[in-house]
Structure formats: structure tokens, C-alpha cells
């Protein structure tokens, strides 16, 4: 039987998800709550004020720390974890300080706390809110429960350019995709109402454009224009504003020749003025300072004044704002009520959170690896997995197979597979494919485990031997390879994104043996991939997949579990073509899907014989696989696309359907995915952008029409005059499994 599935309004993202994590947890309306901040204020020094808008990294008990908390000198404290530590520390604050104020603990809880879900753009190929929602609770739990209320996630950064080593820590270069999962991680942390003593406060970073840095070397300059800004990197801020996430971070770069940390126009016109968002704002680490080095100002005093006017609350490790804001009050440079409207914002958070009524974190049952944490964790590592080659369906792996080869450097890299920006996870619980493979399936197939090259980087050949010798004796050879934690993450970009070490060798010398060869790669980015994608059968590419991901992988290659996941970024052939995304503008040469490559072009070629299209000579035009691609080990058709009209007016919609069908002899889950093309625009529109998805679980031989709402609100836009319009004209409609495939349509925007 049929069945229908309607999935969320396109450009009603905001509020068919803010509802739960929204209202109820702003500050918007709560009169009580205001009321006491402002009893509050009005009672505070301006040196215990400006104390309020100081954070710092915990420097645990020593005496120049707990003199400034009696002081009343410091407003939060990063990196404190021991809860003891914390309460101790609290205590000064509530019970030695002269108004009480308790402090604000912190602390980057980026993808899990002590359970580590995968790597958030790892999470982010699951196109699974729940999925994204649910590693946002468990962090949340886990890290409240040491004290914890503030963590300094989600990522929301843009990137299309996976060189930058902080592609990792965000979902994509989907500026929609980017949305709902922000939205479903801002659910997580902060729960159904700050107050709850597990939920912690998120902050939307970083605002903004910090993923367009140049080349992909982070920290680097971006140039962005008004159009690209507004309609690329802003959409999923604003998201999260609406949704109601308690905080937001500024970051450390400069747009078009403005450090952020410096530019009013970003916090206080967009963010505050047309937003209406009022939660705490906070600088990245030292990023006040920093604008010494942009050579924007020219010493901490003006860095504080061009800080506070461009909207910083709070000072994040700076030490800028503690240090000269009374004098600058003094002198004039900077008013007073500047200065009351940031601690305003401080002090609501606290209130909140509870942390008036509640600052103690006392003695609590541990939550850690609880083993529903880890159930949703390998189901996360499950759903992140994307399957992008399975030639001869070589995966799952058959009963006839009685002995595999298991080999690579993460095969069992406790570290490793937990990814970047794992401050507190504990790798003696990380369980590594091998462990997994052994414990769960040991009894079916003899497990042949040599690793060949010890950690990702390793360059030494001397277990060659032995690993192809393994290889020879086993029926099919896993290879586990990849790149380390340290190789992604902030300040960890790459020039060459390839397999390093001796990895490329040693997967070549594997494939010489004939036998069947899966390769799984665990990354914090695509992997440049093409050259040893011929050698290899199927190709597994998990991400770091965090503590589970061990079980995780051992049931998707015995077919216990399905791959589901579908590519959040384009998935480079090589890195000189980046950056690299599918939505990008069809230039006035588009590519022809002809195209003279470098190897077949004849000597003294004329000079325009090869047509003068937009692609490179020896990477073509197109990726190596693009975004929202995936496969399963089942297969899916699409027939029946409809839209309810032909066209849509302005304030109206249409809807769209289309039947979705599994083909197969398995159950599996397809994620369905609408894209739009705006034909001709007043600012030049993409080739395709990504209005809507959906993800559907069948049975074989199963079929859902899938239904989607398609506003016309969702068509709008922004120029470069940053005026938002909505232009009536003719669109391309596509439903399909990919950005690059798809049953295509048409319609009218009256
Ligand atoms: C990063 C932020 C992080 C902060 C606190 C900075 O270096 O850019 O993302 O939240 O440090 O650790």
C-alpha cells in the first residue's frame, strides 16, 4: 500500500521547529526575570558590572582567581570541569562576593562530552534532525552534570571549501541543511527550558562568514558580497535567532577588510536591529585583542571601544574589556549604559539557567556512557555513514565469507575515530571497529588483523609484507584508513586533502592481490580519493565516527545495519578544484557534459579547438561525487512527481509530490530531496539550491509518495542592494536522490 508522508513547510523551517526550544527559554517577554535583572544592576558597581563581561579559562583554585571572583571580577570561567573545582569556585562567588552573583561555566562541548557522536559534519550526512537533536541532549546531560550550562556549539559556519580544517565542526555547505540540523542541535543542548538543570545554553558560531576564509586556511581573510552574505552564510544564524539559541559567538576574521569583532553592522544593525535577537553575545578567544594584528586598531584600549560598539557582551579570554572599560567609561570613550545593556544580557542568561537558585553542581549519579547515550551514539555513527562505491555489492559482506583482513591505521585508533575537538572523551570506551568486528562477529568469520602502517601519517612500509600476506589468506580486505583527529579542526587545514602516509601505497599493494577490497575512511573531510577509487570495490567514507563507531561500521559490513547517509558537501576529485559546491552560479560558459580532457588533446591543439567552456582541462567540471549523494544497500525509484499547480503567487504555495519507491530486496531509507532553480534573477541566481528533504524508511517493494510545501516565501532572496525580493519569473523544480540527479518539473512564481 501507498502511503503519504508531508514533510515541514519549506519556509516555515523556523517556526514549525523554533516552538520547542524557542520562546519558552528567551528572554523575550519575561517580565519577572527582567524585573531581577534590573533589582540587580541597579545595585552594581560599574567595576563589578564590567567583572560580569570578563571570562576567563579556568585557572582552578589558585589565589589570583579566587580574589577576582570575591571581587566580583569575573562573569564566567571556561574549561573547569572538575565539579568539584566548580563548586568551590561558585561558592566564592555566591557566598564571598558582595552581590552574590554565581558565575557562568563553560566549555566547548562540540559533538559529546564524555560519549562522542560523530564529528558534526559527520552528523550532518545523516540529514536527520533527530539524529543531530539527540547528540545535542547527551552532551547537554553529560556536561551539565559536571556544571557545565554553556557550550560554545553549534558551528554554523558555511563551507565550501573542506581544506579548511573547520569544514569539520559544522554541517556542510547547504546553507538550508545547515538550518534544520542547527535548529535540531539548539533543541538538544538547551532542552525544553534553560531552567532544567541539564540543559546548557548554545551559541550560534561563528558569526559570521569564518568558513569563506581564503584558500581554506583558517583565519583567513574573506571577501563577501552583500548577496553571498545574505544568502549563503547568514540564512542558518538567523535560523537559530529565531529558534531562540541563547548566545552567540563573533568570529575571529574580516569581511571585506572589517575584523568582525569590530563590525557593528554584523551585531548590531543585522543581529540585533533586524533580527531582534537578544541574547548574550560573545567574542571568539582572544579575537578582541586580535584586531592589533588585522592592524585595525592600535592598542587594547580601542580594541574594547570598537568591540563593545560592535556588540560584544563578553570578552572571551581577551582580557581587553576588564582591564580598560572603567577608565574609557571615565573619559568618556564609552557610556555607561553600554556597558548596563551587555551585563542586562549576562545576568538574564544567568537567571535563566537557574543558576541563582540552583548554582551547585553537588553530588550527582555519573551519567557518563550511559547506555542509552551509547545506543543513540551508534546510531548516529550509523546514520553518518555514507556509502559511495559497492561494485559487485561487496558490502554487506555475504555468509559465504570466512575470513576477512583487517587492516589500516584506523582500524583500531581509539584516539583517532573519536575526531577533532574532544576535550573530555575518554578513548579507553572508544570502541574501534576492530574490537567491534571481534567481539560481534569474531564467531562468524577468523579475523585477520595486521595494521599495516600504525597511525595515519605513519610513512614506514615494514608491515607491507605481512598485511598483503594477510590480505592473500582472507576472502575480502577491509582497509581502514584516513586521516588523525589532529588533522581537522581549527587551525588544522590542509593544502593536500589525500590519504597521508604510506596509505596510498599500501592500498595499492592490497588491490594487487585480486581479493575483494572495501575501504572506510574515517575523516574529518573528503578525502581526495580518486586515484585509489578504481583499486578498491566499495568505498565506506564514516567520518570520525566518535565512540560507537566501531559497532557502527561492524554492523553496516555485515548488513546488520544499512547505509543511509547522503554527502553534506561536494566531494572534491581533486583539491584544485575547490572551493567546490553544488550551488554554484552557472557562469556565461557553463561546461558542456563533453569536455576535451588533457589526455586526449592533440599536439598543437588550436587554440580555441577544445570550445571555451567553464572546467579544468585534467579535473572536468564535475566532483567526484556531489552533494546530497549516497547509496544503500538497497535501491530506490522515483516516478510521479506533481505539483498542485503550475504556479505559485506571491504569499502562496504549491505543493509537490513525488513517489518514492524501494526496488530492492532490502529494507533501507532514502533521503528525498527537492531542489529549485530560479531561471533568471536581478542578481544571477544558483544552479540548483536546496529547498527541502526528507528522509523515508522502506520496506522492498515499498512505495511513499513523499509531499512537500512549497512557499513562495521561500523563493526570496537578497541582492546586492541587501534588499530581500522576490521575483516572479520561471523555476526548474527537481525531486531526486542527489544534487545532481532527479525527476525535473517546472512552475511559475507569479
Ligand atoms: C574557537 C571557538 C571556541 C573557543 C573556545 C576558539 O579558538 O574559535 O570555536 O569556542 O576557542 O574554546
Known amino acids: ?82 565539579p568539584l573545582v566548580v563548586d568551590s569556585l561558585q561558592r566564592i562567588a555566591v557566598e564571598e562576593s558582595r552581590l552574590g552573583i554565581p558565575i557562568l561555566f563553560s566549555r566547548d562541548v562540540i559533538h559529546g562530552f564524555k560519549t562522542i557522536f560523530p564529528v558534526p559534519l559527520g552528523q550532518a550526512a545523516s540529514w536527520n534532525p533527530q539524529v543531530v537533536e539527540n547528540g545535542g541532549r547527551v552532551a547537554a546531560i553529560e556536561a551539565s552534570s559536571v556544571g557545565v550550562r554553556w557550550t560554545f556549539a553549534p558551528m554554523l559556519d558555511i563551507a565550501r571549501d573542506v581544506r579548511w580544517g573547520r569544514s569539520v565542526e559544522g554541517f556542510g555547505e547547504d546553507p538550508y541543511l545547515t538550518s534544520v540540523l542547527g535548529v535540531a542541535m539548539i533543541k538538544g543542548l538547551q532542552g525544553e527550558n534553560l531552567s532544567d538543570p541539564t540543559a546548557v545554553a548554545a551559541c550560534a558560531k561563528h558569526f559570521v562568514g569564518y568558513g569563506a576564509a581564503e584558500g581554506g586556511r583558517d583565519y583567513n581573510t574573506a571577501m563577501i558580497s552583500t548577496e553571498q552574505l545574505r544568502n549563503i552564510y547568514l540564512p542558518p544564524f538567523k535560523a537559530v535567532a529565531e529558534a531562540g539559541v541563547a548566545t552567540f559567538m563573533i568570529s575571529f576574521n574580516e569581511i571585506n577588510g572589517i575584523p568582525n569583532s569590530g563590525n557593528g553592522y554584523l551585531a548590531t544593525e543585522i543581529l540585533r536591529k533586524q533580527w531582534k535577537y537578544d541574547g548574550l553575545l560573545v567574542s571568539d578567544w582572544n ?21 563593545l560598539n560592535a556588540g560584544i557582551d563578553m570578552d572571551m579570554e581577551n582580557h581587553v574589556y576588564a582591564p580598560n572599560l572603567k577608565q574609557l567609561v571615565k573619559e568618556g570613550k564609552v557610556k555607561e549604559s553600554q556597558i548596563d545593556d551587555a551585563v542586562r544580557r549576562i545576568l538574564k542568561l544567568k537567571f535563566q539557567l537557574g543558576l541563582f537558585e540552583n548554582p ?226 552557472n557562469t556565461g560558459r557553463p561546461a558542456q557534459d563533453e569536455l576535451p580532457m588533457i589526455d586526449n588533446i592533440p599536439l598543437e591543439a588550436g587554440q580555441v579547438s577544445l570550445g571555451c567552456t567553464s572546467y579544468y582541462l585534467d579535473a572536468g567540471k564535475d566532483p567526484l561525487f556531489p552533494f546530497g549523494f549516497g547509496l544503500s544497500y538497497t535501491t530506490f525509484a522515483y516516478s510521479d512527481l506533481q505539483l498542485s499547480a503550475q504556479e505559485i503567487k506571491t504569499g502562496g504555495s504549491i505543493k509537490v509530490s513525488c513517489s518514492v519507491k524501494n526496488t530492492g530486496a532490502r529494507e533501507g531509507a532514502e533521503i528525498v530531496q527537492l531542489y529549485i532553480r530560479d531561471l533568471v534573477g536581478s542578481v544571477t541566481r544558483p544552479v540548483r539550491e536546496l529547498k527541502a528533504f526528507e528522509k523515508v524508511t522502506l520496506k522492498p517493494g515499498e512505495a511513499k509518495t513523499v509531499e512537500f510545501t512549497l512557499t513562495a516565501d521561500a523563493l526570496k532572496f537578497y541582492n546586492n542592494k541587501d534588499e530581500e525580493i522576490l521575483e516572479p519569473g520561471d523555476y526548474t523544480l527537481w525531486v531526486g536522490p542527489s544534487s545532481a540527479e532527479g525527476l525535473e518539473t517546472s512552475f511559475v512564481l507569479k
Request: some cysteine.
Open 360 to 585: 551547585y553542581v553537588g553530588k550527582r549519579e555519573s551519567v557518563f556512557y550511559a547506555e542509552d547515550h551509547l545506543k543513540k551514539a551508534k546510531e548516529a555513527a550509523i546514520e553518518s555513514a555514507i556509502l559511495l562505491k559497492n561494485e559487485n555489492d561487496v558490502l554487506p559482506l555475504k555468509e559465504s565469507v570466512k575470513s576477512i583482513a583487517v587492516i589500516g591505521p584506523m582500524a583500531d585508533a581509539q584516539h583517532d575515530q573519536m575526531g577533532t575537538w574532544v576535550f573530555d572523551g575518554d578513548k579507553t570506551h572508544t570502541v574501534t571497529p576492530l574490537a567491534a568486528l571481534r567481539a560481534e562477529y569474531g564467531d562468524k568469520v577468523k579475523i585477520n588483523y595486521v595494521p599495516g602502517l600504525n597511525y595515519s601519517r605513519d610513512l614506514d612500509k615494514k608491515q607491507f609484507a605481512q598485511a598483503v600476506a594477510a590480505a592473500r589468506s582472507s576472502d575480502v580486505v577491509l582497509f581502514f584508513g584516513g586521516e588523525e583527529a589532529i588533522m581537522s579542526g581549527e587551525a588544522h587545514s590542509r593544502a593536500d586533502i589525500s590519504l597521508p602516509g604510506a596509505q596510498k601505497e599500501l592500498i595499492a599493494e592490497l588491490a594487487k592481490t585480486g581479493k575483494p577490497l572495501v575501504l572506510i575512511v574515517m575523516a574529518g573531510r573528503p578525502i581526495e580519493i580518486y586515484k585509489e577509487l578504481p583499486l578498491v570495490n566499495t568505498y565506506l567514507f564514516s567520518f570520525h565516527p566518535g565512540t560507537m563507531g566501531g559497532p557502527a561500521l561492524a554492523d553496516l559490513i555485515f548488513g546488520k545495519a544499512v547505509p543511509s547517509g547522503k554527502l553534506p558537501v561536494t566531494y572534491p576529485k581533486m583539491v584544485g578544484q575547490l572551493p567546490l559546491y553544488y550551488n554554484h552560479k
Open 287 to 307: 579575537s578582541v585583542g586580535e584586531m592589533q594584528n588585522h592592524g585595525f586598531v592600535k592598542d587594547d584600549a580601542e580594541a574594547a571601544i570598537v568591540a
Open 1 to 82: 500500500m501507498k502511503q503519504v508522508i508531508r514533510t515541514v513547510i519549506v519556509a516555515m523551517l523556523v517556526a514549525s521547529v523554533g516552538t520547542a526550544c524557542g520562546d519558552k527559554t528567551s528572554s523575550r517577554g519575561n517580565d519577572e526575570i527582567d524585573r531581577k535583572v534590573e533589582a540587580l544592576l541597579s545595585k552594581m558597581t560599574l567595576d563589578e558590572k564590567i567583572g560580569q563581561m570578563n571570562q576567563i579559562t579556568s585557572g582552578g583554585m589558585q589565589i589570583y582567581v579566587t580574589n577576582q571572583i570575591k571581587s566580583g571580577g569575573i562573569g564566567s570561567i571556561l574549561n573547569e570541569i572538575d
